[in-house]
């Protein structure tokens, strides 16, 4: 089984629906974040938390809100879709020791 | 300007090519340096990580830091078609824990 687990994996929705991707881990880590990533911009970050405590906004937090359910359990909402936010979502996980971080395998999420 | 520049190609290279890559970035703070490879419709892994200055290699794999010119490097020896995918460097300061991504590089090898 996957460590790093989204769903759903796909989603078309319209402009102004509210739309919640989840994310599940089995590493047991702490740390956990949201990203997207759209051509030619790379990966960026949304949110992250540090634990279940703990919420901090990335770089592009607008629009978008989390919720941290458990330490397994991370959940990116979109209050209200609109079109710019089409793109692929990614969860990731990174344990105490150091920085690397393993990634889901993504939610492609078009908003029409 | 973005904190990380990577030219986002694409490159395409006949099997058992090198394939050079590189990244660079601007804040002196960054200590961690990693490469992710992405296959299509898949999430990132992490292919090769360093810390500081100096070189690193994994099998065909090498990857450079140069701290004093702020630029990194991945190399990848006799490459097969497998090699295709999109590669990112990423970097981090100490004690951050978040990292900063670049646009990612999207590699094609020719059979």
């Known amino acids: 089984d996957a460590d790093v687990t989204q769903t759903p994996r796909n989603r078309i929705t319209k402009t102004g629906k509210r739309i919640m991707l989840e994310c599940s881990q089995t590493?047991?880590?702490?740390?956990m974040y949201w990203y997207r990533q759209d051509p030619g911009l790379g990966l960026r970050l949304i949110y992250y938390?540090?634990?279940?405590?703990?919420?901090n906004k990335g770089e592009i937090s607008d629009g978008y809100s989390v919720s941290r359910q458990a330490q397994a359990k991370f959940s990116l909402s979109l209050e209200s879709a609109i079109p710019n936010q089409t793109a692929l979502y990614f969860c990731a996980t990174s344990g105490q020791t150091r920085d690397e971080q393993f990634f889901g395998p993504g939610t492609r999420l078009t908003v029409l | 300007q973005k904190e990380v520049e990577q030219d986002p190609g694409p490159l395409s290279v006949p099997e058992g090519a090198i394939v050079s890559l590189n990244c660079t970035y601007s804040?002196?703070?960054?200590?961690?340096f990693m490469w992710y490879r992405q296959y299509s419709r898949k999430g990132p892994e992490l292919l090769m990580y360093t810390y500081s200055s100096g070189n690193k290699e994994d099998g065909r794999f090498t990857a450079q830091v140069d701290k004093s010119s702020k630029y990194i490097s991945l190399f990848i020896r006799d490459s097969q078609p497998s090699d295709s995918a999109t590669y990112l460097c990423a970097m981090s300061p100490y004690n951050d824990y978040k990292l900063s991504f670049g646009a990612g590089t999207t590699v094609t090898v020719r059979a």
């Open positions: 804040n002196s703070a960054f200590q961690y």
């Open positions: 590493k047991g880590h702490d740390r």
């Open positions: 938390s540090f634990d279940v405590k703990d919420i």
